[in-house]
Structure formats: structure tokens, C-alpha cells
């Protein structure tokens, strides 16, 4: 019986696989876009290096590219779309800054500024149009943690005593927007990586066994399908080719963690639950695909990308990555 369960799971994913196809819908520009947010199958946002960030009304036949005046060497490494004038974007260090628009992106305006030394934004997650959080490498040895409660308008710092501690030479990666994702209507979930790499889930800092001890191992992006369900992946971006510790699973919340079967085929800055069992992960030499909830992936793509989202109101997955290239599977 098992050995036919594996048999109709290959035939599963085989099948999905092959009706998995990414149209390349922008590869104009130098610009290295890490920042996705699809409001739907056709409205979506990115944002990159140089202060560029890039909007489609139309599922991608046709961009609008901005520079932000004032910010031409920020590098804007997430961006969260509500419709299609009202967006958030984040540049990350020195001074860190969250900038906001409601036109469309012909105006913005500084919503948040951060001049302290060593700060360091990675990404943002929003529970709805207005709750939000924002996460930054550790100053002191303490995560920086942020919120805003009024769509983005405004942001404060969480108070000194309950930011999460770090371990030495602990950090978070800002690849793709997605080392903190909800966990339900009010928590949130990160991930971080570098000399050691842990699960943040409420107030339980969680070891996984994901690669770690350098610089640049560690766990770069987290996915949820429920409170329970959970995939982070990462792996070594030093080393784009190698499959150690790349990707692990949890089934109990955080309790336990596994790794696949059949792992990702590389490093991976990026994972996205699109629905039922199935999972989309990206990163330097390619894309995966699982149909079983992370225990087998299979790649379907060697072309890089940093990022990939679905569309939060539709079923459009949406990737982003380096020379301003843009890629689009729709759903069989």
C-alpha cells in the first residue's frame, strides 16, 4: 500500500509539473527586484535596488517603472500592495526607511526613518489593510520589531523588553520579504539565519535543522499553510548549487521539524503556500514545486528568481529577480 501511495504521489506531481509554466513578463533593467506583492491576478507591485520599484494593472502585459525621487541608491528589498495606488515599500539600512503612496506611486512619503547604527530592515507581513509588522537584524543583540496599526501610516518601535534576543553572529536575510509571515489572525512567525538558525514562534525561539555556522547559511524565508503546517527553506547563497539543510518542515506547530525526502535543488530565498498540499520555492539556479506538503519537491524551472508570491486575491503565482525579470505561472 505504501509503495502505491509513492507511486500515485510521483504521478501527482509529475503531472502537476508539467502543466506548471513561467512566462517571463519583464527582464528589461539592471535592477534586482527582491520585493513582490500581487493584490490580484493582475495588479502587482515590486521593488528592487536603486531606488526602483515596478507596477502592472494588466497580469504583466504592460509596467509602469519608477525611481523614487530623493532614494535612487535605496535599495527597497519588500513592498506590500493593497490596490493599485496604495502601496508600502522598504529600504533597508542606514538610514532604514518605509516609504508610502496612494497615487499610484507618483508620490511618496517617509513613514518611518531609522538612523541608528547597524540598523538594518528585512521585511515586512500585514495581517490586513491595517495591521502590520516589520522586522530588522539585531542592535544590542535584540531583533528590531516594529508595527503599525493604520495601514502603514504611522510605525513604532515594540517596546526594549519584549524584542526577541539574538544569539551571536544571528541575523535575518533580506532576500525576499518573507522571513516573517501571520500565523493566525493576530501573531507572527520568523526566521533567521548566520552563525546559528532559529524559528520565532510567540515567544519560543525554536533551533531548526536547517544549515548554519556561517555568515551566509541559515533559514532566508517561511511559509504557513495553517497554525500547524508550516516550510522554511534556505540553505548556503554562497553556495547556490547545494541541497544540505535546505529545506524543513513542521506538521505540530514548531514541535518537530523534518526534512523532505526529495529537498529543493539548491539554495532557496524564497517559499509560498498556493493551496491543498501544494508549494512553489525560488532561488539562484532555479524554482520547485511540491504537491505534498514539502515532503518531495520537484524543479521546474532553472531560471532565477528571488521571489515568488501568489496573488492574495486570486491564483496567480508571481516571481521576481535579478535584471528586472518577472515571471508568471498561471494555474492549470
Not at 58 to 79: A, H, L, M, Q, Y
Not at 262 to 275: D, T
Amino acid at each position: 500500500m505504501q509503495r502505491l501511495i509513492c507511486i500515485l504521489l510521483a504521478v501527482l506531481l509529475s503531472n502537476f509539473v508539467s502543466a506548471q509554466k513561467i512566462d517571463i513578463i519583464s527582464d528589461s533593467g539592471s535592477v534586482s527586484l527582491r520585493g513582490l506583492s500581487a493584490v490580484d491576478n493582475d495588479i502587482v507591485w515590486v521593488s528592487g535596488s536603486n531606488g526602483n520599484v515596478g507596477r502592472t494593472l494588466n497580469g504583466g502585459k504592460s509596467w509602469k517603472w519608477i525611481t523614487v525621487k530623493g532614494f535612487e541608491k535605496t535599495d527597497f528589498r519588500d513592498i506590500e500592495a493593497f490596490d493599485k495606488n496604495t502601496a508600502i515599500i522598504m529600504g533597508i539600512s542606514e538610514p532604514a526607511f518605509i516609504l508610502r503612496t496612494t497615487d499610484g506611486g507618483e508620490n511618496w512619503k517617509v513613514v518611518f526613518k531609522d538612523t541608528a547604527k547597524g540598523m538594518f530592515l528585512d521585511a515586512m507581513e500585514f495581517w490586513n489593510d491595517q495591521s502590520g509588522i516589520v522586522i530588522g537584524d539585531p542592535i544590542a543583540g535584540k531583533f528590531f520589531i516594529g508595527r503599525t496599526f493604520d495601514g502603514g501610516k504611522t510605525w513604532r518601535s515594540i517596546p526594549e523588553l519584549y524584542k526577541p534576543i539574538a544569539d551571536p553572529g544571528e541575523a535575518c536575510f533580506a532576500s525576499s520579504g518573507t522571513n516573517i509571515r501571520k500565523l493566525n489572525k493576530s501573531e507572527a512567525v520568523f526566521v533567521t539565519g548566520g552563525l546559528s538558525a532559529h524559528v520565532f514562534i510567540r515567544d519560543k525561539k525554536i533551533n531548526i535543522p536547517i544549515v548554519q555556522g556561517t555568515q551566509s547559511t541559515g533559514a532566508n524565508s517561511i511559509a504557513v499553510k495553517n497554525s500547524k503546517t508550516m516550510i522554511v527553506v534556505g540553505g548556503d547563497f554562497s553556495t547556490k548549487d547545494s541541497v544540505t539543510k535546505n529545506c524543513v518542515v513542521t506538521t505540530d506547530g514548531g514541535i518537530s521539524w523534518s526534512a523532505p525526502k526529495q529537498g529543493p535543488s539548491g539554495y532557496r530565498s524564497c517559499v509560498e503556500y498556493l493551496k491543498k498540499n501544494s508549494w512553489i520555492t525560488c532561488g539562484l539556479n532555479g524554482v520547485d514545486i511540491s504537491v505534498d506538503n514539502g515532503s518531495n519537491w520537484k524543479r521546474i524551472s532553472d531560471q532565477s528568481f528571488h521571489v515568488c508570491r501568489k496573488a492574495k486575491k486570486g491564483s496567480t503565482v508571481y516571481l521576481a529577480g535579478l535584471n528586472g525579470k518577472v515571471g508568471k505561472i498561471i494555474e492549470p
